[in-house]
């Protein structure tokens, strides 16, 4: 158990009673975020939604709860949306150790200039002409994905990729709904998602067992069937692991990327300081500091993965609350990154802010602790090398014919509702004036940081765990 201090425990924190019927539920399903941050505002640190689901605002203890040191917060549930045992969940944990090495940055140096590549030929074909106006989701999806699963599957990607996108689509209506039956129950959502599970794994059990079999793969997957976790574990075990992984990679680095480009696209003078930083490059490829830090701060305020649950395993103590087993809790990074006493001035849009260490203290955008982001490094690095070939080659303006730029649709994961920008052709290596209208951020950013200062100085308060060797 947690220690709660001297104050007396409660069992209920303050929060709204709602509706007489529905609760809360009604509210919160008008408007997700609103209601969330409005919780926090009037009423505090931790807030009941009902009986039995908690609002973790405070972020020390939303911290105490991820990293879960008392075993007592788990998932209790799989990428299908099915209830699990806490003894199914500590194995999952334990199975998931088996995917640090290869995701880690020096295994993944390769896939940033693949990454440039690609992102390159998708938009030159998309953008032609003086400018172009167009939703880069997709685009950014097709290669973010195809980098991932190429990583993971080396020449076999291309009969994995839509099995496991199929996969998403159908998981998606279930995930995020309120409403959504318990998964025994076969509704026609559930169906389509039995199906599409077998496709994928009938897609990936055969490739798997070749890499368990021969040594013919020198791919991802190939080394994480030989590390000591996955020998012997079972083929479900396995093909869990790295379809679950998949699913987890799929969307969400587009997503990052199409936020970074919708917030550069009102911030003119961080775009042209990044254009400037990336030109001056040595490497035409690597991306500047100021990459990362864009990526880092559009991922604080519009995390993609915006609410984090988990279900209390055994009697718990958090703050000045007793928690008892089943109760649910609720963490949303979206909520403590606009905490105004985590992060200063939180609705500025603001890079500068990556260069100070304490930026990161209340930064959950990959999670915490147990289940931390394993695709972290892969997400940063193909998300700042994708966000700098476009950067480099394109102004990227906002959709003239859109004017509720920024509105957010919480239904799964944090999709931007109008992702339209525009792409102005940049002159091709035209001389870049070095005097920036934007001081701060270059000076702060860019001039005392060599990669491995800046990088060291993000990591060691943020969520990463590995970064000496990240390849900016
Ligand atoms: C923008 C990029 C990404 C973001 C913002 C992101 C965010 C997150 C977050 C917040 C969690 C924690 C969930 C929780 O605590 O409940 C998580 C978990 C996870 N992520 Fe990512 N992720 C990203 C990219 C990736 C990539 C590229 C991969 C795989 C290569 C990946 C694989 C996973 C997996 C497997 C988990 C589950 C960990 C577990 O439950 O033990 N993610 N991610």
Redesign the pocket.
Known sequence: MTSAGSAALGSRPPGPRGDRWTGNLMAYEEDRLGFLLGLRERYGAVVAFDDRTTIVNDVDLAHEV?ADRQRAFA?LGNFRAERVTAHQAGA??EA?AA?GPG?RPAAITHLGPQTSRLIEQAFSGAATGASATLDPIPLLEDVLTRV?YEHYFGADWSTVRPVVGRLLTCLAAVFGSPFALPSFIPTPSRLRIRLAYRAARAAVDPLIETRRRTREADDYVAQLVRTKQLVGASPARVADLVI???L??HR??A??VAWALLELSHQPRVQHDLAVRSLERESPDAPPPLALATILEA?RLH???WI??RTVTRPAVLGQYEFAPGDQLIIS?YVIHRDPTVFERPLDFDADRWSQTTATRGF?????G???????H???V??TYALTAIVRRWRIEPDPADSTALLEDPRSSLVPVHPAIRLEPRRHREPVDATSPSGSVVQAVDRPLTSSTRWENLSQTACLDTPSDFPI
């Open positions: 991820l998932i999952a944990v998931r995917m995701l991932t679950g992984s998949l987890a990679a969400i680095p997503l990052g991922v995390p993609p993965t984090l649950n990074p959950l955008g990959f999670g915490r147990l289940n931390i982001c394993p695709g972290q892969l997400g940063l193909t998300m």
